[in-house]
């Protein structure tokens, strides 16, 4: 079982940056790949970024490759979504979520936990 807790969205304005984290309870944590994922009302969620379980492998969705960085700190048991020239359609809930499979992935439905969200709003 993993629980997963995000924080640091806020409002900023439109080139700003935000950095959000997710911290993970359990021992377990350094076994999952993770992934940020992003809801905008009235839309889907969609994926943001991915790290596999030991941090080497990433992967980005297009509209954020270049601006977005996803880390991870095992030792701290925290996966990390640095953000950067942030433009207005990226206003969303943010979340963390954690995929026990070996390889990364893009799909919702494959991650098996999931935190509660955090709101990101960037001012135009």
């Known amino acids: 079982q993993v629980q997963l807790v995000e924080s640091g969205g806020g409002l900023v304005q439109a080139g700003g940056s935000l950095r959000l984290s997710c911290a993970a309870s359990?021992?377990?944590?350094?076994?999952?790949?993770m992934g940020w994922f992003r809801q905008a009302p009235g839309k889907e969620r969609e994926f943001v970024a991915a790290?596999?379980?030991?941090?080497?492998?990433?992967y980005y969705a297009d509209s954020v490759k270049g601006r977005f960085t996803i880390s991870r700190d095992n030792a701290k048991n925290t996966v990390y979504l640095q953000m950067n020239s942030l433009k207005p359609e990226d206003t969303a809930v943010y979340y963390c979520?954690?995929?026990?499979?070996?390889?990364?992935?893009?799909?919702?439905?494959?991650?098996?936990?999931w935190g509660q969200g955090t709101q990101v709003t960037v001012s135009s």
């Open positions: 359990g021992r377990t944590f350094s076994r999952y790949a």
């Open positions: 790290i596999n379980w030991i941090g080497g492998n990433t």
């Open positions: 979520a954690a995929d026990a499979g070996l390889v990364l992935t893009t799909d919702k439905l494959k991650y098996d936990y």
